[in-house]
């Protein structure tokens, strides 16, 4: 069984930075790719970067590419969002997820179906 805890959402004003953090449990977290999701009120989740098992490879979503930032730390277990320059479009509960594929090539069309653990959420809201 694996857990995802994340960490470090909060209130923070337009044009801020936060750091998101997800501390994966499990003896495994090296091999598989890892994403942050995110959902807004009344809108539904959505993909927003993801980072390849060795952290060689990383993809964004358009609207976060150049503010947002993702990477890993094999040895820690974890894996981080470095959010800068945030928007208050940005807000909304963040959530990692482990994508299912072990040692898997493709990142870039990574979906909540090919996610098999999530994290319970932080939220992130940014005020105009």
């Known amino acids: 069984q694996v857990q995802l805890v994340e960490s470090g959402g909060a209130l923070v004003q337009a044009g801020g930075s936060l750091r998101l953090s997800c501390a994966a449990s499990?003896?495994?977290?090296?091999?598989?790719?890892m994403g942050w999701f995110r959902q807004a009120p009344g809108k539904e989740r959505e993909f927003v970067a993801a980072v390849g098992w060795r952290g060689r490879n990383t993809y964004y979503i358009d609207s976060v590419k150049g503010r947002f930032t993702i990477s890993r730390d094999n040895a820690k277990n974890t894996v981080y969002l470095q959010m800068d320059s945030l928007k208050p479009e940005d807000t909304a509960v963040y959530y990692c997820?482990?994508?299912?594929?072990?040692?898997?090539?493709?990142?870039?069309?990574?979906?909540?179906?090919?996610?098999?653990?999530w994290g319970q959420g932080t939220q992130v809201t940014v005020s105009s």
């Open positions: 997820a482990r994508q299912r594929f072990r040692r898997a090539h493709d990142i870039a069309t990574m979906t909540g179906a090919d996610m098999d653990y």
């Open positions: 499990g003896r495994t977290f090296s091999d598989y790719n």
